[in-house]
Structures are given as C-alpha cells and as structure tokens.
C-alpha cells in the first residue's frame, strides 16, 4: 500500500491532532501530496498541498490553524491540526499526483490512502 494514513482520533474543540502518511518513497513524497477529507454526505475537498519545491497553499477554512509539512528522509507527509472545530470532523485522506512537481486539479492525484477518521465534539 503506497499511502497509509494515521494520527486520526476523537478530540474536543480547540485542541490538536497531527496526521501522518507513511509513503512508499521518492516517488511519491518528492511530488506533489496532498491532504483531502470528506465529511458524511458531503464531497471530497482539498484541505492542504505541498509541492516538490515545498510550495504549501491551504483551503480558506483551515488556513492559520493546518500545517502541512513533509520529511523526505523518511517517506512521510504530515498534517499538524491546531485549534479543532467540530466542522474539522470527517475522513482525512493523503493523496499523491506521482509525476507532477507542482499541484494542480483534483485529475492529478493517482495515488490515494485509505483515510483516518477525525472526530471534533464541541
């Protein structure tokens, strides 16, 4: 399995989780990867993105409170949550466009994790 998820957990409002991908290597984590979660009957959205050249960009929701950061020595994708709102609550997914330095359209990712579960309760 080339993207495996974890760090997901139940947590009150205001507090922090730190996910993390574990990736099968270089040609996953030195592309771009990215962060998605969905919510129950909602659709998939993009939370944050991290280019080969370490170019972040986030989603308006959780800009100021997400990091996003990678370790290329280890093969891993992180996301560090900070202050929690119940509306944080959903599937989060580790995502990788293999082959694309710079992160474009949803069409680009090829690689998908399985997800792990965030629950906010207020």
């Known amino acids: 399995v080339p993207l495996v998820e974890s760090g997901g957990g139940s947590v009150q409002a205001g507090g922090s989780l730190r996910l993390s991908c574990a990736t099968s290597g270089y040609t996953y984590i030195n592309f771009c990867i990215a962060w998605f979660r969905q919510a129950p009957g909602k659709e998939r959205e993009g939370v944050a993105t991290i280019e080969h050249y370490g170019i972040t960009t986030y989603a308006d929701p959780v800009k100021g409170r997400f990091t996003i950061s990678k370790d290329i020595d280890k093969n891993i994708l992180y996301l560090q949550m900070n202050n929690l709102k119940p509306e944080d609550s959903a599937m989060y997914y580790c995502?990788?466009?293999?082959?694309?330095?710079?992160?474009?359209?949803?069409?680009?990712?090829?690689?998908w994790g399985q997800g792990t579960q965030v629950t906010i309760s207020s």
């Open positions: 995502a990788a466009a293999r082959g694309y330095l710079s992160c474009g359209g949803r069409d680009s990712y090829n690689s």
